[in-house]
C-alpha cells in the first residue's frame, strides 16, 4: 500500500472521530455544586399542571410528556437539569438562575452527531443576564451558529422554560 493511501486512509479516520460530536461535558452534581458555591441541595419536584403543561408546549412547539420536574433552589436561585431534542437526540442542559435571570447555561450531555459548538462558553455566555418577557420570549438576541441551528433552538427554549418555571417556584 502507497504512503498516500495509508495517509488518505487515516485522515479520513480522523476527520470521522472529529465529526461524531458526542460527549458528556459535566455531570449534573458537578453544575449544581459549583453554581450554589455549596454542597448540592436536596433536589425539589415541580409538579406539571395544567398551567405548566400548556407553557411548556407552546414554547416547545410539540408535546410535553413529564408529570414533574426535578429542580435545586437555595433562597432566590434555581438550577434546571432539562433536556430538549436538537435535530435527533436529546441535548441535556443545565441553567442557573438567580434573581429571575440566567447566571450561567451549561451542556452537560451533546448526543447529535454535529452542533456541539452550543456547548462552548462563548455561545451559552450569550444566556447570562437574559430574563423571560411577558410574551414567553427571551429579553435579548441569541446569535445563532451555522450547523447548529436546532441545537441553538433548543438551548433557547430549554432557557426560556428554565426561566418560567423559576419564576413558579421563587414567587415573591
Known sequence: ????????????????????????????????????????PKSKVFWIDDEAQQVIEQILAHKFKKMRLRYWQQEAETVWILEEIGKESLITVAIHIKDKQIAQTKVLVYRESRGDEVRHDFFTDQFKSAKLRDDLQLDQHIDGITGATLSVRALTKLSRIALWLDNHVTKG
Open 1 to 40: 500500500m502507497k504512503l498516500s493511501s495509508v495517509l488518505l486512509i487515516l485522515s479520513s479516520l480522523i476527520l470521522s472521530f472529529t465529526a461524531h460530536s458526542k460527549g458528556v461535558y459535566q455531570q449534573p452534581e458537578d453544575f449544581i455544586s459549583q453554581a450554589f458555591n455549596a454542597p448540592t
